[in-house]
């Protein structure tokens, strides 16, 4: 009640303060912005008066508002990739205003959603966001030609994969569990497909993504080091089209179209892998020969789907879903192993304009995750299941007292379940059976209110506070996480940023870091496993040049987290019932610098960014309570991205990127233990400090051009990727080979070799759209 009450007094004084600002007399100026050519809408877009600092952007529906006092005004209205238009309005009342941007003359006739200017980026007060285009994602090359968001993500500065051919980010120095995915409101647990090589967001589906790395604002909640935003195109309520590719491992096809022509639509979108076909006609083909050892069999899938309902001028619902899954087996001469893992979100949506400065989104959703591992050998067999699932109500409401406030406030809870290594063995003609495993219930809630404010031109302010809770097995945990953000603009070029960031998150992901598959569990906090926590200061400087075509930003950061998690050497994760007992609580900090120089308009764009940085952490536990260095410590990490217009149908990309090894344990030495006489002796490696060496340095450089073809009908293109394009022998992990003497048959030396994944890879994929 103290919490709530706290939460109550402080809205009460938000409200208060920004109603005694708002001008007697003012109408209200609002609408909604469309694409004309797929009539979803634009996020981002800016409205305003021209040769003033009075207009709004819109929001993630297309929602733009704000109050004027009585007169006749001038608007311009815009968007990066579309026409900009204006128009002269006599304001006597309240006015709404939808309208539709066609797409700029010197562009070509395709879907392109992209984010907003760097203008935008450089007025805002929040900080350490990176917005992502889906056009970007599809010019860049990829590893097989498959498009990949998390991958183009990790070429930002301060994310890192956790090494080659993963998809799992590492955020300014936290882990793969300490990022939020969220997919049109829904959780999504695991974001990655083919073990980690490609993740699970189709780039033909996706509208846009929003990164935020810290300076969170108070809406988002539940983990501690990352908010990957990702919403779903709204399909095009005008006419019908199909969008796919084929490529070399996997195809796709996007269909959309109106369901009631300028009312409703709808999209579906799939993918699917298509390896296990030509290993499965290997198999046949070989299965008679001697000693033949079969293929592994292994695919991916994934299906989209969205509707849109255009039910009243203030009332829009959207009904999103996902389905994906990931099937591995392998079969030989009576053993039989399957493991199949993946996600399904759902969620239904509600927006309602109750008034020209009151716009409120209710969402319901349903997401869950699970992996099964099934294994028969004779008659004997056994299953490993987790599974993690989630039933999610909240309601956001962006309310605009006046022109210097956008006030937001909203409240969620999730109702969790958790199936925890459920494990059963047996026989098949039940003789003998055993199993283990444990179900655990929690809620989670947020109540939130937060304010964007801007007294001056020159100064702007974001500022919050979240409530946050989680009940479980009688264990009860409460925290305020309060947020703020500033920004100061020395010049109309040149402002200084800063933010401060407090957050909680109630669930961990409990991983055997030497396990080949994704054997994750989600793991609640209760009276033993406390929530882990985080608070994190940065501050930054940006300054456009060129007339705003470049922006230069540079951020400082330092963050501190509490209840860190890790595990026992030698624990027991998969088939345990007090789990509880294997898990060890720490601390961890993280810091660094990224620079970053960004160009977006002209037939030459892309970024160039470096991080400098460090994360360790501190167990009683572990490294004899010795502070060390975290696996994804990345001491120098380079990107460099170029895209350029060679000419009206040829398009050539470039990236490169270079990391510091990851910091990694092995062995200094061996000593032998001699046991009873006649039998051989027992070899024990021993260790020094934890992850105290590193891997060599990983470089990686990447080219890709897109030929745009002319066919009779709609629109296609021959996409061309070279992924490690000079063939560099990166890193994966080191192994240590037991070298005996030829004579006496007795080991000599271990000698430490390296395991690269990925040589030069060519790809070529076909694009089309009609």
């Known amino acids: 009640m103290r919490f709530i009450l706290h939460c109550t007094v402080i809205f009460s004084l938000f409200l208060g303060c920004s109603l005694s600002v708002v001008a007697q007399n003012q109408y209200t100026i609002s ?12 996020i981002g877009a800016a409205a305003f008066i021209t040769g003033t600092t009075i207009g709004a952007t819109t929001n993630n529906y297309g929602f733009y508002t704000f109050r004027v006092a009585p007169g006749t005004y001038t608007l311009q209205f815009s968007y990066v990739g579309y026409e900009t238009i204006t128009r002269q309005i006599t304001v006597s009342r309240n006015v709404r205003l939808n309208l539709t941007l066609p797409l700029a003359g010197n562009q070509l006739k395709e879907v392109v959603i992209e984010g907003g200017s760097l203008q935008e980026k450089f007025a805002g007060a929040q900080m350490s966001i990176e917005q992502l285009t889906t056009r970007e994602a599809k010019l860049l090359p990829a590893l097989f030609g498959e498009v ?27 882990g793969p569990d300490q ?36 300076g969170f604002p108070a809406q988002f909640g539940g983990r501690l080091s990352s908010v990957v935003d990702v919403k779903l195109r709204e399909g095009d309520n005008q006419k019908f089209s199909a969008t796919g590719g084929i490529g070399l491992i996997a195809s796709r096809l996007t269909l959309e179209g109106p369901i009631k022509k300028g009312k409703s639509s709808f999209i579906i979108s799939g993918r699917r892998t298509y390896v296990d076909v030509f290993t499965r006609l290997a198999n046949r083909a070989n299965e008679d020969k001697e000693d033949y050892n079969p293929i592994p069999d292994y695919y991916f899938y994934d299906l989209n789907a969205k509707a849109t309902f255009n039910l009243t001028p203030k009332d829009n619902v959207y009904l999103s879903g996902y389905l994906g899954n990931d099937i591995f087996g392998f079969r030989n001469s009576g053993f039989k192993f399957d493991f199949g893992w993946g996600n399904k979100v759902a969620s239904l949506r509600w927006n309602h304009a109750f008034s020209s400065r009151l716009f409120a989104n209710t969402t319901l ?10 294994n028969k050998l ?87 506070l979240r409530l946050s809770g989680f009940f479980n097995q009688g264990a009860g945990f409460n925290a305020l996480e309060p947020r703020a953000a500033v920004r100061y603009s020395l010049s109309e070029n040149t402002a200084l940023k800063a933010s401060f960031t407090s957050m909680r998150q109630y669930i961990h992901l409990v991983s055997n870091s030497g396990a080949s598959l994704p054997t994750d569990i989600w793991y609640p906090s209760n009276k033993t496993v406390k929530p882990q926590r985080s608070t994190q ?55 660094g610098s990224e620079f970053y120089l960004e160009k977006k308009s002209g037939r030459t764009t892309g970024w160039l960014g470096y991080t400098l940085s460090w994360s360790n952490r501190k167990f009683a536990g572990i490294n004899n309570g010795r502070r060390f260095p975290t696996r994804a410590d990345r001491r120098h990490d380079i990107t460099a991205v170029l895209m350029h217009q060679l000419a009206k149908r040829w398009q050539v990309t470039g990236t490169w990127v270079y990391g510091t090894g990851n910091a990694y344990s092995i062995p200094v030495g061996r000593f032998g233990l001699q046991g009873p006489p006649g039998e051989d002796v027992s070899v024990v490696p021993v260790y020094l400090d934890r992850n105290q060496f590193r891997l060599a340095s990983y470089h990686r450089m990447d080219l890709g051009a897109v030929y745009k073809l002319r066919p009779r009908r709609g ?6 990727s070279v992924y490690n394009a000079y063939n560099r022998r990166n890193p994966y992990f080191v192994y240590f ?10 080991t000599q030396e271990y000698k430490a070799k390296q395991v690269s994944l990925f040589p030069v890879i060519p790809s070529v994929t076909y694009n089309f759209k009609f």
């Open 537 to 591: 200061v940065a501050l930054g400087w940006s300054h456009l040049f060129k007339g705003g075509q470049y922006l230069f930003t540079h951020e400082i950061y330092y963050k501190w987290m509490k209840n860190q998690v890790d595990f026992r050497d030698g624990a027991q994760l998969f088939v345990n019932d007090n789990l509880d007992e294997e898990f060890l609580f720490g601390r961890g900090d993280s810091y």
């Open 31 to 42: 609408g909604t912005i469309r694409a004309d050519d797929t009539s979803e809408n634009l």
């Open 365 to 374: 959703s349903t997401s869950s995750y699970k992996y099964t591992i099934t």
């Open 715 to 720: 629109e296609s293109d021959l996409t061309f």
């Open 378 to 464: 004779d008659i004997f067999s056994f299953n490993l299941r987790s599974d993690i699932q989630d039933y999610t109500v909240k309601t956001d409401l962006d309310y605009l007292p006046g022109n210097a406030h956008k006030i937001k406030m909203g409240v969620h809870y999730t109702y969790h379940k958790f199936l925890v290594g459920r494990f059963q063995a047996g026989a098949e003609d039940n003789s003998f059976s055993f199993g283990a495993g444990s179900r655990y219930r929690g809620s989670e809630y947020g109540v939130y209110l937060a304010d964007d404010w801007q007294p001056t031109p020159a100064w702007s302010f974001q500022y919050g």
């Open 737 to 746: 080979d037991e070298v005996k003497n030829a004579e006496t048959d007795q």
């Open 148 to 174: 990949d968001i998390l991958k183009t993500l990790q070429l930002k500065p301060g994310v890192q994969s956790g090494g080659e051919g993963t998809s799992g980010l590492y955020v300014r120095g936290g």
């Open 179 to 214: 990022n939020l995915f969220l997919l049109d409101d829904a959780t999504v647990y695991n974001a990655s497909h083919l073990f980690g090589f490609f993740s699970v967001f189709n780039s033909d589906a996706i509208r846009s993504v929003d990164l935020y790395k810290g």
